[in-house]
């Protein structure tokens, strides 16, 4: 199983961006996919997930980012609007049986892709 994020860059505050994640090895369409997110010296921090259910998202990043997926690609996405200098950070997609924003629920990683905003 293996997970490949990609789309970050560096973009100005206001800026939008989309991270995607791609997985492959398994098909992933009845799992929950998630992504995390982690700035230097803190430590990782729930962004959003998607489930059959719908997506969820931390009260930080709620208005501004969307999750969603193409279950035909294995794929999920996740489109940031309104970027700030705080949503610096590696960017790590997941997948697991929960769209939970416990890390520890999720049981596959990807590599992380690096998003700075500057101001």
């Known amino acids: 199983v293996q997970l490949q994020a990609s789309g970050g860059g560096l973009v100005q505050a206001g800026g939008s961006l989309r991270l995607s994640c791609a997985a492959s090895?398994?098909?992933?369409?009845?799992?929950?996919m998630g992504w995390f997110r982690q700035a230097p010296g803190k430590e990782r921090e729930f962004v959003a997930a998607?489930?059959?259910?719908?997506?969820y998202y931390a009260d930080s990043v709620k208005g501004r980012f969307t999750i969603f997926r193409d279950n035909a690609k294995n794929t999920v996405y996740l489109q940031m609007n309104s970027l700030k200098p705080e949503d610096t950070a590696v960017y790590h997609c997941?997948?697991?049986?929960?769209?939970?924003?416990?890390?520890?629920?999720?049981?596959?990683w990807g590599q992380g892709t690096q998003v700075t905003v500057s101001s």
């Open positions: 090895g398994r098909t992933f369409s009845s799992y929950a």
């Open positions: 998607i489930s059959w259910s719908g997506g």
């Open positions: 997941a997948v697991g049986n929960l769209a939970t924003g416990r890390d520890s629920d999720y049981d596959y």
